[in-house]
């Protein structure tokens, strides 16, 4: 029953490598994003998708690449991961412009480039 | 784009006393201020939010100010628990850029309750 999932949740993996993290959100939300939280706690936006429609990209290295299905779905695609990208990622999702714009986390993951 | 300030960084209170975490943020067309509380090992949640067109709200133990003029809102908690201790972060949102913005955090507050 959970509302925003995401899979895995755990990730130990090595430099160079390419991983992806899977979310999806059933509350029918038209937004979804990906959040990164490094080491000192600060969650910082990477994307925004509307309606499997990309919003906002910011400065995040290209390696790193949304993909969105349909609008349940928010997968983020890393390649050539470095040690710097060790973090917790979160997805998120919020409902429709004029019902607000509460955003609700996933369960994060954690990622760690070793 | 929009930028949060938060502090303190970390707060120390005793339990049963108020503690009071303050944000400032720089975008005028913001007009939604959520605090979220995130526990050791845990995702974010949603305790409590106001919008602009609200000056003040509480929900039991906790409030939340709002001051448009200044661009200042704080989170009050009274009667502080041990289960109150967990990072909490402001954050703020226009509904401007179409609803997908998203919300800016500020760096969060390290709230501890001594028991």
């Known amino acids: 029953d959970t509302a925003v999932s995401q899979t895995p949740k755990y990730l130990v993996t090595q430099m160079g490598n390419d991983k992806s993290i899977k979310c999806e959100q059933n509350?029918?939300?038209?937004?979804m994003y990906w959040y990164k939280q490094d080491s000192k706690k600060f969650l910082k936006i990477m994307f925004s998708y509307n309606n499997k429609e990309l919003i906002i990209n910011e400065t995040v290295p290209n390696r790193f690449s949304p993909k969105s299905p349909d609008k349940a779905h928010l997968n983020l695609h890393i390649n050539s991961l470095e040690l710097g990208d060790s973090a917790v990622y979160f997805c998120a999702s919020s409902p429709p412009l004029l019902s607000g714009n509460t955003i609700y986390f996933g369960e994060g993951s954690w990622l760690t480039v070793v | 784009g929009e930028n949060v300030e938060q502090h303190p960084s970390t707060l120390s209170v005793q339990e049963g006393d108020s503690a009071v975490i303050k944000c400032t943020y720089s975008d005028s067309a913001s007009n939604y201020f959520p605090w979220y509380k995130q526990e050791l090992g845990k995702r974010p949640q949603l305790i409590i939010d106001i919008r602009s067109n609200v000056g003040e709200k509480k929900d039991q133990r906790i409030a939340v100010t709002l001051n448009k003029t200044a661009k200042h809102f704080s989170l009050h908690i009274t009667e502080t628990q041990p289960e109150d201790s967990a990072v909490y972060f402001c954050a703020a949102s226009s509904h401007s850029g179409g609803g997908a913005d998203g919300l800016t955090f500020g760096k969060g507050t390290h709230l501890i309750i001594q028991p």
């Open positions: 509350l029918g939300h038209d937004t």
